[in-house]
């Protein structure tokens, strides 16, 4: 799980969707086989002590996948793979190094910031050096292209070679402009450096500040430091050499050696005319690189679906079976195994359940069902990056994504909490479901920290396949008012991505049952409707499944 997430109390009920019958009677049969008994039972499995955390490419990682595997052969699944194999193997990247100092100079001076007090940096490129030497520094603004927006912050120049400084986020005083508060995909760092590397970059140094980024200038340091996980490079794949973030204060004193103003910069970026503009500084460094390989898999089961047609099309459902694995750096006695109980073996025990409810069903549903338990997704979402890049269908033939990520251990609530509402139809069949179950649907409380590009349904969505994401409620019944937001925003503080993070005998799933019957319900009403779900007009994903849709009329009606 890629979030820290605190919610408000911020309640929002769409009108029922218009979807003909919301669920059958088979369904809600079948959706009484998902029991809490069962999740304790598999999440007691996957977060124990023998799986060492599921760190990737690890023994305890190799059995996860094993595990979930062997689960899905029992529950009548399929595989999908030529092989007969229900692991998808691929192979991961390690990348440990970083250079000790990141040197400016110009005509007026010469700067040395400082690793980790002043700036992080990592290798950009799979080779066992990475260099910048006398690298031009542009200043390109949000490093955003939208032609959607009409925005563009590069403007034809020639970035060749160059190493471009980046503001944070994307403009948010518009609210037409972005979403306005809302950050979307153009605000997230990974876009910034893929755009530079687009324009061929040699490297990429984003400006770090606590209000843009959400979070404080310690999170990117314990972020970054250490090995970094990547897929395998790919030859037509553009690279930087270096990809870095500095401080606001260590950016102002880069500044200085060109006596121009940050903040100046700052407002001109704000506006659609704003041009690059040249520092007339150079960024040189040159640091070695380990490269390491090791292996690890995505685990896909089919549901094959019932109808002739429908059947080529299918509702992928998506968890990560990955954890931290162990601490390196534990003192003797110290707890050192992040068992990753509630994140995400509770997502995998999750997406176990709604298969043997999808099983359970007197006849399969028209589409097909494939439920894919992913990797690596706290090293950066790279098994579903994996996975989109080598889906068994065509992206146009997906009709939906459900994406599960952690699970309510504190009981039933009043709500649920869906991550990017109002982005796609899916919206409106959720919160009819929501509200058959007697619950109120809730808005993400704070849609600038960009939650929904940091979870595995993101990779899908980039595909153009309408993807849910939804989190437990924070209005729990028997409980007093904010009850709901201590309880998670202590366990955060106290658990989230620590080893305490383990299955406890005080766990109440009542409220997970519930959550995860409607994960269930969710995809079943998908998986027989005839109209595909689709995201809502201007949407920034829109435009990708517009695309896979128009590449599949070339084989005739669906």
């Known amino acids: 799980m890629t979030r820290t997430l605190v919610l408000l109390p911020l309640l929002l009920v769409l009108p029922l969707a218009a979807h003909g019958q919301l669920t059958t009677p088979a369904e809600k049969s079948a959706s009484r086989t998902i029991e809490a008994g069962d999740l304790r039972a598999h999440i007691g499995f996957l977060a124990s002590d023998l799986l060492e955390g599921r760190g990737p490419g690890t023994r305890g990682d190799a059995l996860a996948q094993q595990y979930i595997a062997t689960q899905f052969q029992l529950l009548g699944l399929k595989p999908v793979l ?29 700067l040395e910031l400082r690793y980790l007090d002043d700036f992080i940096a990592n290798p950009g490129v799979q080779t066992p050096q990475a260099v910048l030497q006398d690298s031009e520094l542009v200043f390109v603004g949000y490093g955003i292209q939208a032609p959607e927006y009409e925005w563009d912050d590069f403007k034809g120049m020639d970035l060749r070679g160059k190493t471009l400084l980046i503001l944070n986020n994307d403009p948010e005083d518009d609210p037409k402009l972005f979403g306005g508060k809302a950050r979307l995909w153009y605000g997230r760092w990974d876009y910034k450096y893929e755009q530079a590397a687009k324009v061929g970059a040699a490297g990429a140094i984003i400006i770090h500040t606590t209000q843009s980024a959400g979070y404080p200038w310690q999170v990117v340091q314990t972020s970054w430091s250490g090995e970094q996980l990547e897929l395998p490079a790919s030859a037509e794949t553009p690279r930087l050499q270096v990809k870095a973030w500095t401080t606001e204060q260590a950016t102002r004193r880069v500044m200085q050696l060109t006596g121009t103003d940050l903040d100046t910069l700052r407002t001109a970026a704000r506006k659609r005319d704003f041009r690059p503009v040249p520092l007339r500084v150079k960024v040189s460094t040159r640091f070695a690189n380990q490269v390491r390989r090791r292996p690890t898999a995505n685990v896909l089961g089919l549901l094959p679906g019932s109808d002739p047609k429908l059947s080529r099309e299918v509702v992928l459902y998506t968890a990560h079976h990955d954890h931290l694995g162990v601490k390196a750096d534990a003192k003797p006695g110290e707890d050192a195994i992040y068992n990753g109980a509630v994140d995400n073996a509770s997502g995998v025990a999750a997406m176990l ?25 706290e090293q950066g979402l790279l098994g579903s990056q994996y996975l989109a890049e080598h889906l068994p269908v065509h992206p146009g033939r997906v009709a939906a994504n459900v994406n599960i990520d952690g699970l309510n251990i504190h009981g039933r609530t009043r709500d649920v909490t869906v991550i990017g509402l109002g982005k796609s139809s899916l919206d409106k069949l959720l919160s009819s479901l929501v509200q058959a179950q007697g619950r109120l649907v809730r808005g993400d409380p704070l849609p600038d920290r960009g939650f929904f590009y940091r979870s595995d349904q993101f990779n899908f969505a980039k595909l153009g396949i309408p993807s849910a994401y939804f989190s437990s409620g924070m209005d729990f019944i028997g409980r007093p008012p904010g009850w709901g937001k201590e309880r998670r925003e202590q366990w955060e503080a106290q658990h989230y991505h620590q080893p305490s993070d383990e299955l406890r005998p005080d766990w109440d799933f009542s409220g997970a049952v519930e959550d995860v019957r409607l994960f269930f319900l969710l995809g079943a009403n998908v998986a027989r409707t005839k109209e595909l779900p689709r995201w809502n007009p201007g949407d920034e994903f829109e435009a990708p499944r517009l695309q896979a849709l128009e590449a599949l009329k070339s084989e005739g009606p669906r």
């Open 82 to 110: 030529p092989d007969g194999s229900y692991l998808q193997p691929f192979e991961l990247v390690g990348l440990t190094g970083h250079p000790e100092t990141l040197t400016f100079t110009s005509a007026s001076g010469r």
């Open 353 to 377: 359940e709604v298969a043997k409810a999808f099983t359970a069903l007197p006849k399969a549903p028209p589409r097909s069902i494939l439920f894919a338990a992913v990797a690596a997704e």
